[in-house]
């Protein structure tokens, strides 16, 4: 028999480790603490703890391999390390971020527009290793009403995540963004949807140092010192199996030995990755029809600013990830009436030589003005019958067309994202840049829940699939509204949900 690092039986099976599978973990070991669990990831553990942001990792060197070990087996070449910022305001159409990697192929069909920039990550921690923590709360039509305590739930994943809007609020120039902002378009917005800082996954430790979270933080000391808590690294499912409309294990490929194995499990949740959650569905057998439907990401203009009359900044200390440090992040929320997310953060450097003075630490800002996708079903990621992905799963193929709606929304971005950047200082950008789709690494749809099983949903409120006892979906995939904001907080509010209900049925 072939020797296996792999518990024969568990409780709950959860796919992937990104901060969806993670707060399921949580929930389970807070509440129900007998219940045997096994994470599995297909990608490796690259920080400490496992599922950290490659961030906090001080030396560059540690840091740019953390982020290459991500990339699936697509590593980017450059050994340097680089910040998610690095290209802000590239003008390249497969667009790609340290850390994540493109879909390789099957990211356009003739005649569509498809995602070029579609990208992924594969480590313990998945995305939230590498990415910018802007946890805003939905609002207006981006809410999701059919679920119970949304407002409650979304506490609890502040909570989880280690948000807070105080952190970076007192960087220096970051009042003046604010106020400049907050003159030009607060007006006849409530007072909660008005500009403010950015909620943001991040702490300050004693000695002042910035820590940014990752899935480390949602699993939590209560997850890591749970005995009945495993994470099992280069470890990919390749099917959820299921007998008589019910799961009842998983088998998971060891890519260390390249041996599979049954794991026996009651429950499993799928945490996979909007992209890859409802692949892993498919080729277990799982045929509902929205499976895969109403893919959305977020079409998203961008515009750099060099802020008017700000006095110098003291200098970033790059411990702190530098691009913060000085004018934080604004959050110019997502409303009815003003239908774009807005996020304005420091670049560490123009995106366009500039003439002159060097400019001020800090004073030189990027605008992203994202916009929610008109919803279609024909959104799609399809599977192959015939070909392939590197793990052997059905490879995906993407569906995906802006609408002429689209259009007028990426028109009416563009306009409003021109109006707040000249309140805020001299436009360096000719005009604003659209991203290509894909580009704002927030898909969603793909298995999202609804309120019966009406062919237009996957799964029920508490994220469970229909018709497979003891099957749940989690992470920005199960979001059934068009959302504008980074959906991040959303999808674990939902997998509070999820998991509480999944605890509940443990009982
Ligand atoms: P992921 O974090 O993608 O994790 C899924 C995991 O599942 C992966 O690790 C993958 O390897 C694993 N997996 C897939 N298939 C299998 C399988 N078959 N078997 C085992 N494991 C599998 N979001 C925000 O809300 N705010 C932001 O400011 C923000 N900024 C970002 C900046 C960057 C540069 C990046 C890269 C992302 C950013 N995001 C942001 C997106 C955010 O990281 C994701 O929304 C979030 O990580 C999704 O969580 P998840 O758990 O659903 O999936």
């Not at 003008?91 to 990208?119: H, I, K, S, Y």
């Not at 970076?168 to 607060?186: F, H, K």
């Not at 004018?327 to 807005?342: A, C, E, I, L, R």
């Not at 805020?424 to 019966?452: K, N």
Request: aromatic share 4%; with cysteine; proline share 9%.
């Amino acid at each position: 028999m072939v020797h296996s690092r792999y518990p024969r039986c568990v409780d709950v099976a959860i796919v992937g480790s990104g901060p969806a599978g993670a707060a399921y973990a949580r929930i389970l070991s807070e509440q129900a603490p007998h219940a045997t669990i096994a994470v599995f990831e297909a990608g490796p553990v690259v920080s400490d703890p496992p599922g950290a942001h490659v961030r906090n990792i001080a030396d560059p060197v540690q840091r740019a391999r953390a982020q290459r070990r991500s990339e699936g087996p697509w590593p980017h070449t450059a050994a340097s390390p680089a910040d998610p910022l690095d290209d802000y305001a590239a003008d390249r159409e497969r667009l790609v971020r340290p850390g994540t990697f493109l879909l390789p192929d099957g990211w356009r069909q003739p005649g569509e527009d498809g995602l070029p920039a579609a990208a992924m990550s594969s480590n313990a921690g998945g995305m939230a290793a590498h990415w910018t923590g802007a946890c805003p709360r939905p609002g207006g039509s981006e809410r999701i009403p059919l679920v119970p305590g949304l407002d409650r739930l979304l506490t609890e994943a502040e909570r989880l995540l280690g948000v807070s809007a105080k952190v970076l609020a007192d960087a220096p120039l970051a009042g003046e963004v604010r106020a400049r902002l907050g003159a030009a378009l607060d007006a006849g917005r409530p007072e909660d949807r008005r500009v403010q800082p950015m909620p943001l996954a991040v702490r300050r430790t004693a000695d002042g140092r910035l820590v940014w979270s990752g899935s480390d933080v949602v699993f939590g000391e209560v997850t890591r010192t749970n005995p009945n808590f495993g994470l099992f690294d280069e470890s990919v499912v390749t099917q959820v199996l299921l007998r008589d409309g019910a799961v009842r294990g998983v088998t998971v490929r060891d890519l260390t030995t390249g041996a599979e194995h049954e794991v026996a499990a009651s429950s499993v949740v799928v945490a996979a990755d909007s992209l890859r959650t409802p692949q892993l569905l498919h080729a277990s057998g799982v045929r509902l029809p929205a499976l895969g439907r109403y893919l959305n990401d977020q079409p998203q203009v961008v515009l750099a600013v060099r802020l008017r009359d700000v006095p110098a900044a003291p200098e970033a200390d790059p411990a702190d990830g530098g691009i913060t440090a000085q004018s934080g992040v604004s959050w110019v929320p997502f409303t009815d009436d003003h239908p774009f997310h807005g996020q304005v953060m420091q670049l560490d450097a123009s995106p366009v030589p500039i003439e002159g003075d060097p400019p001020a630490p800090g004073s030189i800002v990027g605008l992203g003005w994202f916009c929610a996708k008109d919803l279609q079903a024909g959104d799609r990621v399809a599977f192959s019958d015939t070909e392939t992905d590197h793990h052997g799963l059905p490879a995906l193929r993407i569906h995906y067309t802006l609408t002429a709606r689209d259009h007028d929304n990426l028109r009416a971005a563009r306009e409003a994202i021109v109006e707040a950047a000249h309140a805020l200082g001299d436009v360096l950008d000719p005009e604003p840049l659209t991203f290509p789709p894909g580009a704002s690494l927030h898909y969603q749809g793909t298995v999202r829940m609804g309120p019966a099983d009406d062919g237009t949903s996957v799964c029920d409120p508490a994220s469970r699939v229909w018709g497979v006892r003891g099957l749940h979906v989690a992470g920005n995939g199960v979001i059934p509204t068009a959302t504008a904001c980074n959906p991040t907080l959303t999808a674990v509010a939902l997998a509070v949900a999820g998991a509480r209900a999944l605890a509940a049925d443990l009982a």
